[in-house]
């Protein structure tokens, strides 16, 4: 019979007690932390009734506890002989479990300054006045935000998946200057060991307070601060404990920090959290001028030969689509020409697409084209030398194929429950 991850836990931490009470400490502390893994795995894959996991979550706290004693045991040995050979520095460097943390963050988060700017964001312009209002200004005229005057601590960006909010995120980052951006997953605060998740939500706020002003952008909130319940676990719910202190400001100097969420089901979201997202700004599906602009920007970084009435056709042809159904449609399309040269039985020569002048031929360059063309070679596109092939420009045609086989992934359902929540909670964006 196969030893379940109770019994394992069970033998292990029998182990660990056994070389705590013979002074074997650092044994001891490794045992307790591997029984606790044991312990957590059987709660979460092991049939267990309520009552039965509740015994061992508290066994995993007295647990922990006393390997947490035992670690600050042992680290106070440490220090100690560091003061015999250093001499008294104080207690500057007083808790590595701490540093420890920061590092695991450090090397899970991303502190960058991304290069996106208004302008490369198709509509939204209500999303972006009051992301200048909320953000830009504070951070670039913070005389004018004194006394009761304050600027906003949390925003949260909802709406479809795909329409940009991880992206406008990204521009506030690179509008607010100043700033250090730490874009951060829920994934990234969530530890398998006991307790430590909380840690790490502190941390994250005790690194933006040393890089102040600093914006902490966190996607897909919601699934680290879904609404509470009774059958969810003791640490998830001081997860979300720990997050409202942090965001609260609560014993901490939160100044100058922004909490910028992002979320597809706001309506998930536990009241209290919500609460302190105190602007919730809508991120709908983009409108015509929005999708003409879409269209336009990213067909523009490619040699195509649509003009401003294939966009406005475009435009009227996809509505109900998000911003990344629309890229998608594009990627597709940008492959088209490429499709052509594998099938294509005959070439020719062409300009370089690099000269500005037609006139100008480069002999190595080639294109597929009709068997008909007078200047048609019959070849494969196998037969050319490397670097000697140039792709047809992307057409509307490309467009229209593409946009035939792509369709869009937000349903009518998910917009309701979105609306509903903009009209009670929200604003438009």
């Known amino acids: 019979m196969s030893t379940t991850a109770l019994q394992k836990g ?39 009734n309520e009552e039965q996991k509740e015994v061992i979550r508290t066994k995993c706290i007295k647990y922990i506890d006393r390997a947490e004693q035992i670690r600050k045991y042992l680290k106070g040995s440490e220090d100690n002989k560091k003061l015999v050979k250093e001499g008294n520095k104080g207690d500057k460097l007083d808790d590595e479990d701490e540093k420890k943390l920061q590092d695991k963050l450090s090397s899970a988060i991303v502190m960058e300054r991304p290069n996106i700017k208004w302008s490369d964001i198709a509509g939204l312009e209500t999303a972006k006045e009051a992301l200048k209002e909320a953000v830009i200004m504070p951070i670039k005229f913070p005389q004018l935000f004194t006394g009761t005057r304050k600027p906003w601590k949390g925003i949260l960006l909802f709406g479809p998946p795909g329409t940009g909010k991880s992206y406008i995120a990204k521009a506030v980052a ?24 909380e840690k790490l939500v502190k941390q994250l706020f005790t690194l933006a307070g040393e890089h102040k002003p600093s914006i902490i952008f966190i996607d897909e909130v919601d699934s680290l ?22 965001m609260q400001g609560v014993g901490v100097d939160n100044d100058s920090i922004l909490v910028l969420g992002a979320t597809n089901i706001p309506w998930a979201l536990d009241a209290a959290i919500r609460r302190r997202f105190e602007k919730r700004i809508y991120i709908p599906l983009p409108d015509f001028h929005s999708r003409f602009e879409i269209f336009k920007l990213n067909v523009e970084k490619n040699q195509h030969t649509l003009t401003e009435q294939d966009y406005r056709y475009l435009a009227e042809r996809t509505e109900g689509y998000s911003g990344y159904d629309i890229s998608v449609v594009i990627q597709d399309a940008l492959m088209q020409p490429v499709r052509k040269v594998q099938t294509a039985t005959h070439f020719k020569k062409v300009s370089a697409p690099s000269h500005k002048d037609p006139a100008i031929l480069d002999h190595n360059m080639w294109t597929p084209c009709s068997p008909e063309d007078p200047q048609a070679k019959e070849m494969s596109w196998l037969d050319l030398e490397n670097g000697s092939l ?13 946009l035939s086989t792509t369709k869009p992934t937000v349903n009518a359902a998910e917009l309701e429950k979105l609306e509903k929540f903009k009209n009670e909670f929200g604003q438009k964006g």
């Open 10 to 48: 069970i033998e292990i931490m029998d182990t660990a007690v056994e070389a705590d009470s013979n002074g074997n400490y650092q044994d001891a502390l490794r045992l307790y932390e591997q029984a606790v893994e044991y312990f957590l795995r059987a709660t979460r894959y092991e049939a267990q």
């Open 174 to 197: 690179t509008e607010a200057s100043n700033s250090t951006f730490f874009s951060v997953s829920s994934s990234d605060l969530m530890s398998k060991w006991l307790g430590e998740s």
């Open 225 to 246: 601060c879904s609404a509470r319940s009774d059958s969810e676990s003791e640490s998830a719910r001081r997860i979300k404990t720990e997050f409202m202190v942090q």
């Open 390 to 402: 140039t792709v047809p420009p992307l057409t509307l045609r490309d467009v229209e194929e593409s």
